[in-house]
């Protein structure tokens, strides 16, 4: 599968952005997915993951503010982002992991989307 962020930009602290990531091909429920971020300096950080069951996880900081959706019909993953705050900027990456029958796990980046959080 190929995956294609978008939905980034500057937003006042206190906002919200939806973040959305596409998804091509025909095996996207079978994927997890999740959303990273990642500023400069810093190694890429998880911020959230939806499974292919739509079980989800956030890291403690984001959590109550964002949400991880999946529609599976649409091949889309959101990242609904609320009460946003300027360490919330970063490059946000959606990316999608699933195992094969045959026990291969297939991983997948989509291009950055940079969300910026500034007065």
């Known amino acids: 599968v190929q995956l294609q962020a978008s939905g980034g930009g500057l937003v006042q602290p206190g906002g919200s952005l939806r973040l959305s990531c596409a998804a091509s091909?025909?095996?996207?429920?079978?994927?997890?997915m999740a959303w990273y971020r990642q500023v400069p300096g810093k190694e890429r950080e998880l911020v959230a993951r939806?499974?292919?069951?739509?079980?989800?996880e956030y890291v403690d900081s984001v959590k109550g503010r964002f949400a991880i959706s999946r529609d599976n019909a649409l091949n889309v993953a959101y990242l609904q982002m609320h009460s946003l705050k300027p360490e919330d900027t970063a490059v946000y990456y959606c990316?999608?992991?699933?195992?094969?029958?045959?026990?291969?796990?297939?991983?997948?980046w989509g291009r950055g989307t940079l969300v910026t959080v500034s007065s």
């Open positions: 091909g025909s095996s996207f429920s079978n994927y997890n």
């Open positions: 990316h999608g992991q699933m195992y094969t029958r045959s026990g291969e796990r297939l991983d997948s």
């Open positions: 939806i499974s292919n069951e739509y079980r989800t």
